[in-house]
């Protein structure tokens, strides 16, 4: 009776391993759908075209590995000067429900914080995986400038 509990309990045992592969299988397909819609929405909403170094005058040909560093060069308006910030660096020191919330935040010019505000929460999550999935990379932007500042 003993060998056929062992038995029944090796086949119970396979049956929970292989079914949680499959969710563990079905999570990794989640998690790189949710990568490569982040991807996409980075690219349709422009955030490279700030938050990357040389991405507007290379006509988008920078490599992923330099996406979302931050920019050295300052956008100067009567609000100041701000620099679009190194998004992997902000990304890797808050959670995704932090993220969010930051994404929702009004912004100085020219960020555009009222279309990021505007985007679904599982858009930010998704744009969140896709800049945690380049890893931190870079160096923090400069601080603001006040007005009439050097």
């Keep these: ?3 056929n509990l062992s038995s029944c309990m090796g086949a119970a045992g396979l049956a929970l391993a292989l079914l949680g ?3 563990a299988a079905a999570g990794d397909r989640h998690a790189a759908a949710a990568v490569e819609r982040g991807r996409y929405l980075v690219n349709v909403a422009g955030c490279n075209d700030c938050h990357t170094p040389g991405y507007m005058e290379k006509g ?3 490599p992923v590995g330099e ?7 300052g956008y100067q308006g009567p609000w100041g000067t701000t620099y679009a910030a190194n998004l992997r660096l902000t990304a890797s020191r808050l959670t995704e429900a932090e993220w969010v919330q930051l994404a929702r935040q ?3 010019p020219p960020m555009p914080w009222f279309n990021v505000a505007a985007m679904t929460d599982s858009d ?3 744009i969140y995986a896709f800049i945690r999935s380049l890893g931190p990379a870079g160096t923090p932007a400069p601080a603001y ?3 009439g500042g050097k």
Excluded at 67 to 73: H, K
């Design 60 to 62: 988008g040909a920078v």
């Design 67 to 73: 996406w979302l560093t931050g920019a050295p060069v």
């Design 1 to 3: 009776m003993s060998r």
């Design 124 to 126: 930010l999550r998704a």
């Design 21 to 23: 592969s499959g969710v």
């Design 106 to 108: 009004e912004r100085l």
């Design 145 to 147: 400038v006040a007005p």
